[in-house]
């Protein structure tokens, strides 16, 4: 049986407002359980940096979600590169904050 254009409509917007509102949910739980705020200077495994926006990303199918942190490079003295190159930094990587 194939199904009419006006049901197809309706489960098309019944798909939609799911995945908006797990969408939804999944980014205003990573918001409430991060530490970390833009400014605040981390430290993973291998680099240091100096945190210029915090990135969010979502899996609506598993319901999961996973944080990083697109990053100021600095030098263990605090000093950024002289190329001030940014990187990434993920969240489950972190070490430690070393100032906010």
Known sequence: MRL?????EKLDEIHSAY???TKEI?????RKNNPYKVGDVIEDH???GKIKS?????NIDR?????SYKCERLT???KPFKNSED???YGGNVERQITN
């Open 4 to 8: 009419s254009e006006e049901a197809i």
């Open 19 to 21: 995945v908006e509102s």
């Open 26 to 30: 999944l980014v205003n739980e990573a």
């Open 46 to 48: 291998y680099q240091i």
């Open 54 to 58: 915090v990135l969010i990303n979502t």
């Open 63 to 67: 319901r999961t979600c996973s944080i």
């Open 76 to 78: 263990k003295k605090l």
């Open 87 to 89: 990187t990434i930094v």
